[in-house]
């Protein structure tokens, strides 16, 4: 069974920072894609930064120059490292993956989502 699980979500103060982190496990064979994903009460689900394994990286326009994507697909581990935080960023995160797993199918997984407030 594949997952992907994250954490480190939380309450913070306008202007402050966190980090979130993904970890994936089970029969994967291959990391394709790793990101993460934002919802807010009453609002679609949004893509806030996605990277590939074969180089690339997505921001939305909303977090460009605040929030950094990372990881390791070999390692099955990836971050958000978010700064500057503003109350608009207030959401659940979750974190995404597409993923080629050992009997060779390709499909995307989500995490639970961890909660980030931030109070102005």
């Known amino acids: 069974q594949v997952q992907v699980v994250e954490s480190g979500g939380g309450l913070v103060q306008a202007e402050g920072s966190l980090r979130l982190s993904c970890a994936a496990s089970g029969s994967i064979l291959r990391i394709n894609a790793m990101g993460w994903y934002r919802q807010a009460p009453g609002k679609q689900r949004e893509l806030v930064a996605r990277?590939?394994?074969?180089?690339?990286?997505n921001y939305a326009d909303s977090v460009k120059g605040r929030f950094t994507i990372s990881g390791d697909p070999v390692r099955r581990t990836w971050y958000l490292r978010m700064n500057s935080l503003k109350p608009s960023d207030t959401a659940v995160y979750l974190c995404n993956a597409i993923m080629t797993t050992r009997v060779g199918e390709t499909a995307e997984y989500w995490g639970q989502g961890t909660q980030v407030t931030v109070s102005s």
């Open positions: 990277m590939f394994a074969g180089g690339g990286i």
